[in-house]
C-alpha cells in the first residue's frame, strides 16, 4: 500500500472517530436534558429518548463498520491463539467466505426493506425510517468490503496476527 493511500485511510479513520465522538457528545447532551425536565421540571419529553436510541444504533453500527479493527473483534481465541499460521489463514478464510456469503445474500433483502420504510417515520422527531434503517446497509456493504479485503490477504498475504493476551485492551 502506497503511503499517500494509508495516508488517507488514517485520515478516514480518524474522521470516522471524529463522527462517534460527536454523537456520543450529542447523546450526552439529550440524556441530560431528558433527567432534567423528567425529573427536574417534572415534565418527561419522549424526543430525547428517540434521539438517544437513534444515535446509539448508528453509534453501535458505524462503530462495526469503520472504527473497530479486525483485531479487536470478538473471536474464540483460546482456538485461535494456538492455531498454526496456516490455521489461523484457513479460519479466516472460511470465516470471511461465510460473512460475505451471508451479507451478500441478505443485501438486496435489506436494501428493499429500508428503502421501503420511507413510509414510516419516528413518533417524535419524524425522521423517515429509511433515513435511520440506512446505517444498516452501510454497515453490511463495509462489512462485506472488510471481510474480501481479509480473505484475499490470507489466502494470497499473510496469516492473520495471532492472539497476544498480554497485548489486550480496550483499543486505545
Known amino acids: 500500500m502506497t503511503p499517500a493511500l494509508q495516508a488517507l ?18 447523546m450526552f447532551v439529550a440524556f441530560i436534558i431528558q433527567i432534567v425536565f423528567r425529573y427536574l421540571l417534572n415534565f418527561p419529553i419522549g424526543w430525547t429518548q428517540e434521539l438517544t436510541v437513534i444515535l446509539w444504533i448508528w453509534l453501535v453500527l458505524w462503530g462495526a463498520a469503520f472504527v473497530i479493527r479486525e483485531t479487536e473483534e470478538v473471536r474464540f481465541d483460546i482456538l485461535y491463539a494456538t492455531a498454526s ?32 420504510m420511507k413510509v414510516e417515520s419516528s413518533a417524535y422527531l419524524k425522521i423517515r425510517f429509511d433515513l435511520l434503517f440506512s446505517i444498516y446497509v452501510v454497515f453490511a ?32
Not at 496456516?86 to 460475505?100: F, G, N, Q, Y
Not at 451479507?103 to 436494501?111: E, F, K, N, R, T
Not at 490477504?153 to 497476544?164: I, Q, S, T
Open 9 to 26: 485511510g488514517a485520515w478516514c479513520y480518524r474522521r470516522a472517530e471524529n463522527v462517534i465522538a460527536a454523537m456520543l457528545a450529542v
Open 141 to 172: 456493504v463495509a462489512v462485506i468490503i472488510r471481510y474480501v479485503w481479509l480473505c484475499w490477504r490470507a489466502v494470497w498475504g499473510r496469516a492473520p496476527d495471532a492472539f497476544d493476551p498480554t497485548k489486550a485492551g480496550s483499543g486505545v
Open 85 to 116: 499460521p496456516k490455521a489461523r489463514r484457513i479460519m479466516c478464510a472460511v470465516t470471511a467466505i461465510a460473512l460475505v456469503a451471508l451479507y451478500g445474500v441478505s443485501l438486496p433483502g435489506v436494501v428493499d426493506y429500508v428503502t421501503f
